[in-house]
């Protein structure tokens, strides 16, 4: 992957001048720090980042330009990079499962809130990790609905467990919070509405009153036809009912959003390798380059078919299977998409909103997956 010095105006101009056979990232700063600046507005409490959504350094400068101070990291690697750039920025290491000498890397960069879901881990952390200043997060999980995946299948404590945990980090005289994450791309606010709620009670019943409630990530972007998200009504349910379950005990409020915050300040440029026979639709990137999230959330329907000079195809949309570059049969999008009837060779199809794990899950499989990233004034169409 590579980042191009040159500033183009749009998506469209780079198509037309560049004429790439490579998949191109377009970026567009000003999205990310208006989403950023979005955020810090209307969420009531701290807004970090989840570096694993998009680790591009660019990407983190942006937001530190914007004003983000806080930063959800999951590894060393990403631990140093952000102490790197932000060096005075709040580090929340929550990924719940860490190996000692992960645990020590941390502690020596002055990471100060931990999250964890088990008794083990939590043993781990009271033997390796200084109390002062140091905040224990317990994590918990509630069944789902609403979020395009589940995170509560990998982490998470139960109800019960989280409150033996929450008493147990307090007792050891770390700060005592509680975390969750309602799933990816959530589009329910209720979701947050349960969990803030079964987080006052866990608090109750461990008789700790926790000094933070993070609620996560999940904020979702822009994928779907149709309008855009109302983040400002997740923001505002999140305050009400933080108010209501936890009255004088309120704690402060932490959020972790990644694809809510960089979605939609990319746009995925591939382009149409072969249409075979008339119907089966070939791209010069799949399931193992930038497109391989779709597979788990579905395939993005705000896209558009630009020609080689720039126009838009503009005939009724055919659903079409759509197949990647590399020679191996599971390298196929979802389902069907509906592109145009007058689709061509040496097209290009432009996916919005795929700012979100589509360089951080790239990969070189069977030689393909040059990825280039190039910087835009907009992102207008």
């Known amino acids: 992957m590579g980042l191009s010095k040159t500033i183009w105006a749009n998506p469209v101009e780079v198509i037309r001048t560049k004429q790439p056979d490579h998949p191109v990232l377009v ?27 998009n680790p591009d350094e660019m990407v983190v400068e942006n937001l530190v330009a914007a004003g983000i101070r806080g930063f959800d990291v999951a590894s060393p690697a990403e631990i140093a990079m952000i102490r790197r ?36 881990e939590l043993e781990k952390l009271i033997e390796m990790v200084p109390t002062e200043g140091c905040e224990i997060s317990v994590r918990f999980k509630l069944p789902v609905s609403g979020a395009a995946y ?20 307090a007792a050891a005289g770390f ?4 975390t969750f994450h309602p799933g990816t791309q959530c589009t329910d606010p209720t979701a947050w509405d349960a969990y803030i709620r079964a987080a006052a009670e866990i608090a109750t019943n461990a008789g ?21 998200p109302m983040l400002e009504d997740i923001f505002e349910l999140i305050k009400r009912v933080t108010r209501e379950a936890f009255g004088a005990a309120q ?21 149409v390798k072969a ?10 990137d799949g399931v193992y380059g930038g ?23 503009r005939e009724a949309g055919q659903p079409r299977v759509v197949f990647g570059p590399t020679c191996d049969s599971v390298d196929r999008l979802p389902g069907e998409m509906a592109l145009p009837m007058d689709l061509a060779e040496g097209d290009f199809v432009v996916f919005q909103g795929m700012g979100a794990y589509s360089s951080a899950t790239n990969t070189r499989f069977n030689g393909f997956g040059q990825l280039e990233v190039v910087t835009a004034l907009s992102l207008d169409f």
């Open 251 to 271: 704690p402060a409020l932490v959020c972790e959003p990644g694809r809510g915050l960089v979605g939609d300040a990319f746009v995925h440029v591939t382009r």
């Open 208 to 228: 700790v009153q926790i000094a933070r409630l993070n609620v996560g990530g999940g904020f979702p972007n822009h994928r779907t036809q149709g309008p855009a």
């Open 27 to 53: 970026f567009a700063p000003t999205v990310l720090q208006a989403t950023a600046r979005r955020f810090m507005r209307g969420f009531p409490g701290l807004v970090t980042y989840a570096v694993k959504s």
């Open 85 to 120: 750039l932000a060096p005075s920025a709040a580090l929340h290491y929550h990924n719940p499962v860490r190996g000692r000498d992960e645990i020590a890397f941390a502690v020596k960069m002055n990471v100060k809130t931990w999250s964890v879901d088990s008794i083990s």
């Open 175 to 178: 700060i005592p919070s509680l």
């Open 150 to 169: 589940n995170f509560g299948a990998k982490f998470g404590a139960t109800a019960e467990l989280a409150s033996v945990l929450l008493s147990r980090a």
């Open 275 to 284: 249409v075979r026979d008339g119907a089966h639709v070939f791209l010069n």
């Open 291 to 313: 497109l391989a999230e779709l597979p788990l959330i579905g395939v993005i329907d705000r896209v558009q078919v630009i020609s080689p000079e720039g126009e838009y195809r």
